[in-house]
């Protein structure tokens, strides 16, 4: 049987960013039971409808690596209690047709787990609702129970700002228990 394919988006680009590490603890607790990439998408431009055909290949690259996938699971910082802009800019990009000819787009239908952690206190509750909104929006299948909210960060790194899920493991590792059942569930109608 196949494996499952996760494909996870980090809503930051920061080098330390403790959503990427969060990223790096759901691999982990997925261990063999799913096939999990990080999708790089720095490259991709600001959305611009002039830009739009031909594809630029950086928007190719992370549409076929979304269409690849058999669930998304996005890991997002709070930004002004929204999710950052790039995560909206790069959800503007893969909504769009993958050609002229082409009409369908990548992202309907797609089952989809939130997750998110911050220094302050939201646990990124607020951007959570921001980006679930969004991609009800875009047609996605978000499995909303449950979505993972990690406040205090400080409480969960070590001296070094390493991520240690001290207090969080438990919850992480059934959301993944979850999210696999729930992508399996689809896979399976
Ligand atoms: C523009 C900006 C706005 C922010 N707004 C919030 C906020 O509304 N709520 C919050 O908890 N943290 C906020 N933060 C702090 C981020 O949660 C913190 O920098 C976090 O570590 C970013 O995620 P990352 O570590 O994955 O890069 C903000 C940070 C930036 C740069």
Redesign the pocket.
Known sequence: MEKIKILAI???L?K???????ALAAKEVLGDRAEFTILEYGDIPMMNEDMEFPTPAAVARVREAVKAADGIWF?T??????M?GLLKNLLDWLSRPMSQELRRQVLARKPTAISG????????C??QDTLGSLLGIVNMDVMNSLRLTI?N?GQEQDKDGKLKLTVSQPFLEKQADLFLKFIDKRKNL
Do not use: C, K
């Not at 330390?16 to 969060?22: A, E, I, K, T, V």
């Not at 910082?77 to 929204?82: A, L, S």
């Open positions: 980090v809503g930051s920061r330390d960013s403790l959503n990427r590490q969060l890991f910082p709070e930004y002004n209690h929204f950052p952690i911050t220094p302050g206190l939201s646990g990124t607020s951007a406040a960060a």
